[in-house]
């Protein structure tokens, strides 16, 4: 948390559209890369997608950088972007490849690769058996929210965004954003109390 | 953050899940250095199909102004300067005076063989008119 944190406040793009060239995207892909690649995974939960379309968000940057006008950060634009990438993936996809993870959950929802990598690591010393359910259950609640909902969460709690910051990356005003993000806590909170108790 | 929206009351729960994310998208350097060279290869194959039009643009740009600076400027038409008709200014009286000083000079030097041909067609004129008038008077006698 804190290491996003840091790079977030410590690289506030000054470069504007009259700069932006190829040279400046090859120190962007490094900044930007790892970052990219987390949001789309925590939008997209599949791998090979978020690969792909980290590389594909980049690229339309280059394409697009006559139209970044410097109102927003090229972070944000950058995550803006990915953001959109992510909708168009859903859209296309949405048959298969919910279906596949909704099976996959049905199937074992307690088998989720994600938390059992956060389980095996943790259970090992400070957390237990009812913090891996609890993060299972957090992320079987993020699946079924809201396209909006699930995006503000994750720049929420995932990559630590401000609220304005979300607005401006989601291009949405900050009341938007405080309900949706409302919204969203509010089903996972529902979601963990009945998994406390017992349902 | 504001409370309303920290999920205090979630704070282990939205840790455990952010950190699960961070998990699943760790990779190792390799796979970082190879996403940013295949971006790059790509930004780099978008700027060659876009150099080829800008390099022609400049060429041609180039060569035109080398056109304008290495072409000599054509010469100006030079104005020949027109012979001057020298006006003499002469009285009357000094113009008769030249008429008579060219009569009594007789004739041209460059009109000489003409005035000579001249003659000799007088004289073989004369000569014939002659033996043709003593023709006449002996048939006359």
Request: net charge negative.
């Given at each position: 948390m804190a290491d996003s944190m840091v790079s977030l406040a410590a690289v506030q793009p000054t470069l504007t559209s009259q700069v932006l060239t190829a040279e400046d995207f090859d120190e962007l892909v490094r900044r930007n890369q790892k970052r990219i690649f987390r949001l789309l995974m925590s939008l997209l939960q599949d791998e090979d997608a978020a690969d792909t379309l980290t590389q594909e968000c980049i690229l339309r940057a280059y394409k697009k950088r006559?139209?970044?006008?410097?109102?927003?950060s090229v972070d944000t634009w950058l995550f803006r972007i990915a953001v959109n990438l992510a909708r168009d993936y859903h859209r296309n996809k949405k048959q298969g490849f919910w279906k596949r993870l909704f099976a996959d959950a049905r199937d074992?929802?307690?088998?989720?690769p994600a938390v059992d990598l956060v389980a095996d690591r943790r259970s090992t010393a400070e957390v237990g058996l009812l913090a891996k359910e609890e993060v299972a259950q957090v992320w079987h609640t993020v699946r079924r929210l809201s396209p909006n909902q699930r995006e503000v969460f994750v720049l929420r709690?995932?990559?630590?965004?401000?609220l304005d910051e979300i607005a401006q990356t989601l291009s949405m005003e900050v009341g938007t954003v405080k309900s949706h993000l409302s919204r969203a806590l509010t089903a996972v909170r529902n979601r963990l109390e009945e998994h406390r108790n017992g349902r | 953050m504001a409370d309303d929206f920290d999920g205090d009351d979630m704070k282990g729960p939205l840790e455990g899940w952010r950190e699960s994310i961070a998990e699943r998208a760790e990779r190792p350097d390799w796979f970082w250095s190879r996403q940013h060279a295949r971006v790059m290869s790509q930004i780099n194959a978008q700027r060659a199909t876009s150099v080829p039009k800008l390099a022609w643009a400049s060429l041609a740009a180039t060569i035109a102004v080398a056109m304008l600076l290495i072409l000599p400027t054509r010469p100006e038409k030079q104005i020949q300067p027109q012979a001057?008709?020298?006006?003499?200014?002469?009285?009357d009286h000094d113009l008769m005076l030249a008429v008579e000083r060219t009569l009594n000079a007789g004739t041209p030097s460059s009109l000489e063989p003409a005035s000579l041909l001249a003659d000799e067609m007088n004289q073989a004129l004369e000569t014939q008119v002659q033996s043709r008038k003593a023709k006449e008077r002996k048939y006359e006698n």
């Open positions: 006559a139209s970044f006008r410097g109102e927003s074992d929802e307690d088998d989720l709690f995932a990559e630590e965004m401000g | 001057k008709v020298q006006q003499v200014v002469m009285s």
